[in-house]
């Protein structure tokens, strides 16, 4: 059977496709900076937030030398604490939770991005080298005032943060 040159080149080219299709279907997956809800949080009960330590009061803890945690409650259609600020030449590991819906976390600019689940504890890591401000927002459907939500990281200069907040927590 005699298989035209021209049929044996869009055949060529459709296999090719067929696997740059996988291919990045499989890096969007395990790719870096890509992280999924993990499992290695504890869940919560979302209608108690306020009896875990880490969400009854949202706020940012330094654990180490230019190491920080977040805690963030993402809620319709706010999030806590808004703003978040770091200061520069810092990491942030942000842990987030929400008390009733499925929401949205990334922060614009940077490979944060997350989705936020009900019980669930969400972690996500972004490394801050400069001042700036990056824009934080809801990136899932969470209701009629979704478009709204929207908070603020303020990533300031050092002695700045450490005037303010004397370099324990924000």
Known sequence: MHIHSYEKIWLALSVVLILLLIGSVTYGAVGP??????????????????????????????VDDNAYEAYVVAYQFNFDPDPIVVPENSEVTFFITSPDVIHGFQVVETNANTMVVPGEVAEITVEVNEPREYGIVCNEYCGAAHHGME????????????????????
């Open 33 to 62: 900076g890509i992280a999924m809800v993990a499992d290695s949080q504890e869940t919560l009960n979302p209608e108690a937030l306020e009896e875990d330590e880490r969400f009854a009061d949202p706020r940012v803890e330094q």
């Open 151 to 170: 908070g603020t990281l303020e990533v300031v200069p050092e002695d700045e943060y450490e005037e303010e907040h004397g370099g324990g927590s924000a």
